[in-house]
């Protein structure tokens, strides 16, 4: 009842504020720049043109709505019984590992994708942006010049590698500081052995039970 | 006592004879034209966007379409249906007013949007197509300005091929009191202010707010939808009933 009641005002809000529709016009404007960015993207979008595929985010409880046409993308909130060429239908996490086309059968196995309709469609706008592939120095060429661009580019790189290594620097103090320092969490081996002790505790009195039920019988 | 008493309708809070409301809604339109997008964006903070991405959403509009955006005025809802249609279908841009087809032309010719595009001045009370002609009508912000909106109806569901639905998205009344008086404040004291300020217009924003106020609300419209023979006709709240889109159906 609470749920359902949440439910509905979170529903009236979407509808005051359209936050999906807000979105959704964000997302697009952010794709239809990529494809600016990577011509490429249209020649791997051609022969989905004018074909719909509807994506049902289980855990937003939206369904969107990706038209590809006149070179650019299209996304609405589907209403209810939109038809389409294609349906999928999954978790937001699961719809991120599409970004690999070879895993879409995989998932379907794992009954973590519903598809509907046409595979072929679903498969082509997996691989379209899984090759996304932006050249970033030449677009920034365009504002500041070849070489600065390529310099531009290079320092932001080894930034984001700097970055990368602080950040797996600083992930290693804190587990230290909270294993072995401040003892607030346990290490991953004295979870496996607390749960392999758990699991012998736990056959020890199913047997246990077992002789007292035998006990009870024979009484 | 007159034998022939003249007919009358009313345009914002006047009466005036039904023959002369075309003519005044004409001179508001005529007036705003160029400056009708700006304003929209300033008057609406660009929430008019959504609305109208929500009309595009519940159009279930497909390649090969024949579409009618009724009163298309500078053309927003054409822009994308003439994308998902592609080039086995049709849009055409309609409106009564001349300086509005006008100033859509040219900003749709600006995008590039060309080919599957026609622009027809008409009056919506009597549409000049053969029955049964298009896959959806579309008429936003247009439908209160109408002199006989029962007639406009009629002639929607006439030209609609079996299976085809019409959109309308058309200012309503909103649900919550509370909201219903900030709206009122906000159309009768900073609309005009604005239209003034930046069209030099205050007397159109003025009718603007006024017409809005005498508009039937969700339930009468969606009564009138069902009278001229739309069926499955619904509505949807949008920004709290400040905006509601209706849709009917003709099987």
């Known amino acids: 009842m609470a749920l359902e009641e949440n439910n509905k005002e979170q529903s009236a809000a979407n509808s005051f504020f359209m936050l999906p529709s807000f979105v959704l016009s964000l997302i697009e404007q952010v794709l239809n720049q990529a494809l600016k960015l990577d011509p490429s993207l249209v020649d791997k979008l051609k022969e989905v043109e004018h074909q719909r595929l509807l994506v049902e985010v289980r855990d937003w409880q939206q369904k969107i709505a990706i038209t590809y046409a006149n070179q650019q993308l299209h ?35 794992q009954d973590k994708l519903d598809l509907q309709g046409d595979l072929n469609i679903a498969q082509r706008y997996s691989s379209a942006f899984s090759s996304l592939d932006i050249d970033w120095p030449e677009q920034l060429a365009k504002y500041v010049g070849d070489a600065p661009a390529q310099q531009l580019y290079l320092h932001l790189q080894s930034l984001q590698q700097q970055s990368k290594k602080a950040k797996s620097q600083l992930d290693s103090t804190l587990i230290s500081l909270c294993q072995d320092e401040l003892a607030i969490t346990i290490h991953p081996l004295e979870l496996v052995q607390f749960k392999q002790q758990n699991r012998a505790l736990k056959s020890q009195v199913a047997a246990i039970e077992q002789r007292i039920n035998a006990l009870i019988k024979a009484l | 006592m007159n034998e022939n008493p003249e007919k009358t309708t009313h345009f914002g ?66 822009a994308k249906f003439s994308q998902l249609v592609g080039d086995t279908g049709q849009v055409v841009l309609g409106d009564i007013n001349s300086s509005m087809l006008k100033v859509g032309r040219e900003k749709l010719h600006n995008l590039g949007l060309v080919g599957n595009i026609d622009y027809v001045q008409m009056n919506a009370e009597a549409l000049p197509f053969p029955d049964n002609s298009f896959d959806l009508i579309t008429i936003a912000f247009g439908l209160r300005n109408v002199t006989d909106q029962n007639k406009a109806l009629r002639s929607m569901y006439r030209i609609l091929k ?49 017409s809005i106020r005498m508009h039937p609300d969700q339930e009468t419209l969606k009564a009138m939808m069902n009278e001229a023979g739309f069926e499955q006709t619904t509505y949807q709240n949008l920004t709290g009933g400040i905006v509601a889109l209706h849709r009917g159906f003709k099987y």
């Open chain 2, 162 to 210: 079996p299976g085809g639905r019409l959109l309308i998205l058309e200012f309503s009344k909103p649900e919550q009191e509370l909201l219903s008086k900030a709206y009122d404040f906000y159309s009768f004291n900073i609309l005009p202010t604005m239209g003034k300020l930046v069209a030099n217009d205050s007397e159109s924003y003025q009718y603007l707010a006024e």
């Open chain 2, 13 to 78: 809070y006047k009466t005036v004879a039904e023959t002369e409301k075309a003519s005044m809604v004409a001179d508001v339109f005529h007036s705003v034209a160029t400056k009708y997008d700006v304003m929209n964006d300033l008057m609406s903070f660009g929430i008019h966007r959504l609305w109208k991405r929500q009309t595009i959403a519940s159009s279930g509009i497909r390649k090969g379409h024949h579409v009618l955006d009724l009163a298309g005025g500078t053309g927003d809802l054409t």
């Open chain 1, 75 to 109: 996304l609405y909130t589907a209403v209810e019984h939109a038809d389409a060429d294609c349906m999928i239908s999954a978790n937001i996490n699961t719809l991120l590992a599409l970004k690999n086309p070879a895993m879409l059968t995989q998932l379907i196995r």
